[in-house]
């Protein structure tokens, strides 16, 4: 049983589109993260939510603690954010549990 | 300010070797967490060590090992090394325990053969 879903597992847009990725989980949390990873493996953290809404340039992160769901947004895509993005949620501490990653090509 | 290092970067061992694997957070952070990715099981969570002690750990047979130094400089350690653990190997820093940002290495990508 995987306590992290992530929906869709591969995902191509053509530049400009809007984008959603979903996450689901099914443990209580401390918070959830966003991760994108470019191949080659470096991963970086896009955002740690506990609550609500947050935004950086054109990504957008919300979280619903009742439903257990977070979304990630990419507002007007771009081929430089073709990457793999992944959900991570930490139940206490530093201890991650991972979705198992969406595949976003973006196509000039 | 320097990000996290991971050395090496890459390691080929055989089956049955052991193999230690070193990771240097960012300074002034204390909490150093590993983690294995395969293509099978994706991100998978190993340890987390604060102040010179694992806090957490993941479900990995005990041949998987863990330390932290004074410095919070972190080394893991697989022993008995089988096919099954070729994998790239992140070790993340963070200031502290609870809601803060993971800064994640370049990883150390080992073949076991």
């Known amino acids: 049983k995987n306590e992290v879903e992530q929906s869709p597992q591969n995902l191509t847009a053509q530049e400009g589109e809007f984008i959603t990725i979903n996450c689901s989980y099914s443990v209580g949390i401390s918070a959830l993260h966003w991760l994108q990873q470019h191949p080659g493996g470096g991963i970086v953290s896009l955002f740690m939510?506990?609550?609500g809404k947050k935004k950086h340039g054109r990504l957008i992160a919300t979280i619903n603690i009742q439903e257990k769901h977070s979304s990630l947004h990419i507002t007007a895509s771009h081929p430089r954010d073709s990457a793999v993005y992944i959900c991570a949620v930490t139940p206490t501490g530093n201890q991650f549990y991972f979705g198992t990653g969406t595949s976003l090509t973006v196509i000039p | 300010k320097a990000g996290v290092t991971q050395t090496p970067r890459y390691l080929i061992k055989t089956r049955g070797q052991q193999v230690t694997l070193s990771c240097s957070p960012i300074?002034?952070?204390?909490?150093v967490s590993w983690y294995q990715q395969t293509p099978g099981q994706g991100l998978q969570f190993l340890f987390e060590?604060?102040?010179?002690?694992?806090?957490n750990k993941g479900n990995f047979p005990g041949r998987f090992s863990g330390r932290q130094f004074s410095n919070s400089r972190s080394e893991m350690n697989v022993s008995t090394l089988e096919l099954g653990d070729s994998a790239l190997y992140l070790c993340?820093?963070?200031?502290?325990?609870?809601?803060?940002?993971?800064?994640f290495g370049p990883g150390t990508r080992l073949t076991v053969t």
């Open positions: 060590y604060f102040s010179e002690t694992q806090r």
């Open positions: 300074s002034g952070h204390r909490s």
């Open positions: 939510l506990s609550s």
């Open positions: 993340a820093s963070s200031l502290d325990r609870h809601f803060y940002e993971q800064y």
